[in-house]
């Protein structure tokens, strides 16, 4: 079974502290992705990863930036949290590029901002 | 950006049958993939349509129109358990999906 794990899944900040999101995932898949989720938007995409060290923006970029230094391991930076990014962020991962990209989730965090 | 369209919320009675639709955007697309989220839970995988017609797993059912860019998803035999939100999302690069907004389906007694 694929297992995605994310560090937490609660989260209280303040305004202006640097947050970090981690999440894992254990099947050597290539693609990992952050996305958030607000009531009434759906899943809105953050950035993803395809392979390690490469990044590319999602549809909402701003305030965020990742990391991937290790192929298992995708991280999500909010360099000054804000009250507007108070959310569930929620991390998945799939095999490769292809037809049937099927993404696997993890558990969610929900960070507030304070 | 999300440019998927489907409807907000859906009500159904137990052992009846629901379609729920989605219509997407052309440009470079690929295919069309089902996820189902219970409250507080993560989105799991329903269904992929790449090509036009009717992929049927069990209960589940998933369709695709590529000339009307249109697809839906056909919940039969209605259960409790499978009142939770249901995406449509459309693949473009092979890599990212974008989401619709979500529907949510109530089934009642």
């Known amino acids: 079974d694929v297992k995605v794990t994310q560090s937490s899944r609660y989260l209280v900040k303040r305004t202006g502290e640097k947050v970090f999101l981690e999440c894992v995932q254990d099947?050597?898949?290539?693609?990992m992705f952050w996305y958030r989720q607000d009531p009434g938007l759906g899943l809105r995409l953050i950035y993803f990863?395809?392979?390690?060290?490469?990044?590319e923006k999602g549809d909402i970029p701003e305030g965020y930036s990742v990391s991937r230094e290790k192929k298992e391991r995708f991280s999500l930076i909010l360099e000054s949290a804000s009250t507007n990014q108070t959310s569930m962020y929620l991390c998945a991962s799939s095999l490769g590029r292809g037809i049937y990209n099927e993404q696997f989730f993890g558990p969610g965090t929900r960070l507030t901002v304070l | 950006g999300q440019s998927l369209e489907q409807p907000s919320e859906v009500t159904a009675v137990e052992g009846a049958i629901v379609q729920i639709n989605c219509t997407y955007q052309?440009?470079?697309?690929?295919?069309l993939s089902w996820y189902q989220q219970h409250d507080g839970g993560a989105p799991t995988f329903l269904s992929y349509n790449a090509l036009d017609g009717l992929e049927e797993t069990g209960r589940f059912s998933s369709f695709l129109s590529r000339s009307d860019s249109y697809g839906y998803l056909l919940l039969q035999e209605l259960q409790m358990k499978d009142s939770a939100s249901y995406f449509c999302a459309e693949s473009h690069s092979g890599y990212a999906l974008n989401f619709g907004k979500g529907t949510s389906l109530l089934v009642t007694p």
């Open positions: 099947m050597d898949h290539e693609n």
């Open positions: 990863s395809y392979d390690v060290k490469m990044k």
């Open positions: 052309t440009s470079g697309f690929y295919g």
